[in-house]
């Protein structure tokens, strides 16, 4: 894969996470767990293309985690990580 998709994968992960960590976007939110899901398909995809099989582990996990909080979020459950009383 070339430079731009690692590049745009990896963008979107760390923006998610300093919207964040900034307060701008709560973790846990659909735009957040989206612009995880997309960077980590991306850097996927261009792992699986380069035989990176210690990098897919951990960008598949990354992937599979902001998956399952896209589910849980479309369910209406909270996915912040907080317990909700």
Do not use: C, K
Request: charged share 5%; glycine share 16%.
């Amino acid at each position: 894969m070339s430079i731009s998709v690692q590049l745009a994968g990896a963008v979107l992960i760390l923006g998610a996470f300093v919207l964040a960590q900034a307060g701008r976007m709560p973790f846990g939110s659909a735009g957040h767990l989206w612009l995880n899901f997309v960077g980590s398909s991306l850097l996927v995809i261009d792992a699986v293309a380069g035989g990176q099989w210690g990098f897919l582990l951990l960008e598949g996990a990354w992937g599979l985690y902001a998956l399952l909080g896209l589910v849980s979020w479309a369910r209406g459950r909270p996915v912040t990580g907080q317990e909700v009383a």
